[in-house]
Every structure is written in structure tokens, then in C-alpha cells.
């Protein structure tokens, strides 16, 4: 049975996967309006999730990607509240 722990994995998973494509480490926290770009990405995996399980470039489930891009998103959030 997976439980909320698991997620870290996920979105480990899904980091290594930008990292492989030659992403640097924490360069998803370059952008102008971080939250918001992250927020638009998920709901795009979201949506993709209803006509395909998978994404088609990394083969890992678009709800992963999505799950992914909202811990992004929050985090970016907290950190342009910590100011």
C-alpha cells in the first residue's frame, strides 16, 4: 500500500528525470513568477493525465509530473512569503 511518504520518492524521480535531460538542480526556481509558471505546469499534467496515463517523454505517470510541479509551486511559495 503507498502512503504520503512515498510522494518524496515520486518527485524525486521526476527531478532526476530534468537532471538527466541536463537540467541543473534547483533551476526550477528561475523563473519570473515561479509559483504560478509551476501551477500552470501541473494543471497542464493534469489534463494531459485524463487522455494518457503516461508522459510520453519520460515514460513516468503525468499525475507524478503534476505532483512534481505543486511541490515546486509551494515551495516557491513559502520562500517568496519568507522575505
Known amino acids: 500500500m503507498a502512503n504520503i511518504e512515498d510522494c518524496i520518492d515520486d518527485i524525486k524521480q521526476v527531478l532526476a528525470f530534468g537532471a538527466s535531460k541536463g537540467y541543473e538542480p534547483e533551476s526550477w526556481r528561475d523563473t519570473k513568477k515561479p509559483c504560478n509558471q509551476h501551477l500552470a ?13 503516461f508522459d510520453g517523454e519520460s515514460g513516468l505517470p503525468h499525475l507524478q509530473h503534476a505532483l512534481c510541479r505543486v511541490a515546486m509551486a509551494w515551495t516557491n511559495y513559502k520562500t517568496e512569503r519568507e522575505v
Do not use: F, N, R, V
Open 41 to 53: 505546469k501541473s494543471i497542464g499534467h493534469l489534463a494531459k493525465s485524463m487522455a494518457a496515463e
